[in-house]
């Protein structure tokens, strides 16, 4: 059964896609709580499956603590949908699903998948063994067009028809359980000295076999992937440039530098302008990944070591294999050029990764999301209004004492266009966020009825202290604020507007 706020989503989606991307466009959200009960009974019909057939071989304690592996993958999953973590309809799913579909027909000896979006920021896709393919939209963000896409699903498809998780979980119950490593293991914690270098000395071995492993996994995955992509017909060539794609996406952000005084409408008045010094990422205590004073086969180590550790390591091999695979040149250089037909998705993800930070309260990601799709589309409707409202969520979780929930850290993980935001934002005060938000949403305002326009009037009035005004917005939306994304906020706030009535 469709209810009238998916059937709208799914009238707007066909209507998108059918007129000129671009054009004064406005981001529909979709859902906060995608509940598929059809799903549910699937991922419990597979937990119960799975039990049966992964544990006929193991010792009691093997099945037990693969049961109880199976048990935590199985509320996992359906947390994910109780939590609106999944995105289960609309444009991105449709796409990523005919892509799929496409992959199925080409190979009807694989068995059929449920290919599911997954509301996260990074570059990644997996399978958890319960005929379940996660993409997340992260990826989508980043990829450049459908063939890289439908690569990586043929790699998961691997994954998936080798077994390499099952595989994973008895090699890991097997180690749990024994006997030999628990003894080893207590006799060094029994002695007085050395427990971390004995530990080390011990397990380290142990850890990076697995590690081993783990790659060569990855590599078989790569080589069946490739002789199920064959029987599509996606375009070879730039399916080797999948892993760059990865190679690419090491920071959690990337993009060029912000103009702020022009993407936040700056001015003298509005805010005090000295605050938007330069921002300089070296730390008082030094640079931690200097190299000087290392020999050329200890960085070399060094660097083996961080590769070897990583969950998609060595992609710039991995690409000159698929190169090898598919009987092509190798291109020296990675196109970064997005397929006009892309761009669709592109846009669609990073307004589902807006989204996923308001949901989160992540308001420093979410304004850096906005800030960028405001400029790779300067007519864009929702992404002004993301802009407008992230500064005023600031405004409010400034002045209530939880910017450490709605502004994140400086990380390593981070390029340089990230933190100086990260860095700018942490020194403004709340009426410099709230100014810069109102003065954002009113150069834009076209009267527009989005539920981003209606939360931003809300904490509009909720700081001029208009509390009848705000009542009645409020109680007038008030089941359309239940179903969004910013409910928790909105709700906080009518509670305060109730206390000062």
């Not at 081993?212 to 017909?233: H, M, P, T, W």
Request: charged content about 30%; hydrophobic content about 35%; proline content about 1%.
């Amino acid at each position: 059964m469709i209810n009238n706020f998916s059937f709208l989503y799914l009238i707007f989606c066909m209507v998108f896609f059918q007129n000129t991307f671009g054009q004064n466009t406005v981001f529909i959200n979709s859902p906060l709580v995608c509940k598929d009960q059809f799903l549910t009974e699937f991922i419990n019909d597979k937990y119960n499956e799975n039990k049966k057939e992964v544990c006929e071989e193991c010792s009691s304690k093997e099945k037990q603590i693969i049961n109880s592996i199976l048990f935590r993958r199985k509320e996992r999953s359906l947390s994910m949908i109780q939590k609106g973590n999944l995105i289960l309809s609309g444009p991105l799913y449709d796409f990523v699903n005919s892509i799929y579909n496409e992959i199925s027909i080409a190979n009807p000896q694989i068995n059929r998948k449920k290919i599911i979006l997954l509301k996260d920021e990074s570059a990644n896709a997996f399978t958890m063994g319960e005929d379940i393919i996660y993409v997340h939209t992260g990826l989508l963000y980043r990829l450049q067009n459908k063939d890289q896409l439908a690569y990586i699903l043929c790699h998961e498809l691997g994954h998936d028809e080798l077994g390499h998780y099952y595989n994973d979980l008895k090699n890991y119950a097997k180690e749990k359980t024994d006997k030999e490593r628990e003894k080893k293991i207590k006799e060094i914690m029994s002695k007085k000295y050395g427990h971390v270098s004995n530990l080390n000395e011990f397990l380290v071995p142990k850890l990076l076999a697995n590690m081993k492993s783990s790659r060569e996994d990855e590599l078989e995955a790569d080589s069946l992937g490739v002789i199920f992509y064959q029987n599509c017909r996606f375009d070879k060539a730039k399916a080797c440039t999948s892993f760059d794609v990865f190679l690419e996406a090491d920071h959690v952000r990337d993009t060029s530098i912000f103009d702020f005084t022009k993407e936040l409408l700056l001015k003298d008045g509005l805010i005090d302008m000295s605050k938007l010094t330069s921002y300089s990422n070296e730390s008082s205590l030094g640079d931690f990944d200097d190299e000087s004073g290392l020999s050329e086969a200890e960085i070399e180590q060094q660097k083996n070591l961080n590769d070897m550790l990583r969950s998609h390591p060595y992609e710039k091999e991995r690409s000159l294999k698929l190169y090898t695979y598919f009987n092509l040149n190798v291109h020296e250089d990675f196109n970064k050029k997005i397929d006009l037909d892309y761009k669709k998705i592109r846009y669609f993800s990073e307004g589902e990764m807006i989204l996923y930070c308001f949901q989160n309260q992540q308001i420093g990601k979410a304004l850096f999301y906005a800030m960028n799709m405001k400029r790779n589309y300067p007519s864009d409707s929702y992404s002004k209004e993301a802009t407008a409202l992230s500064m005023l969520a600031l405004y409010y979780f400034k002045n209530s004492f939880k910017e450490g929930i709605a502004i994140e850290n400086q990380d390593e993980e981070n390029d340089i266009a990230y933190d100086e935001l990260i860095f700018f934002l942490k020194k403004l005060s709340p009426d410099e966020c709230f100014k810069i938000g109102k003065n954002l949403f009113e150069s834009h305002n076209n009267n527009s009825k989005s539920i981003e326009s209606k939360v931003i009037k809300l904490l509009i009035l909720h700081k001029e202290l208009k509390n009848e005004d705000f009542k009645t917005l409020y109680l007038i939306n008030e089941e359309v604020f239940k179903t969004s994304i910013y409910w928790k906020m909105v709700n906080m706030m009518f509670l305060e507007v109730n206390k000062r009535l």
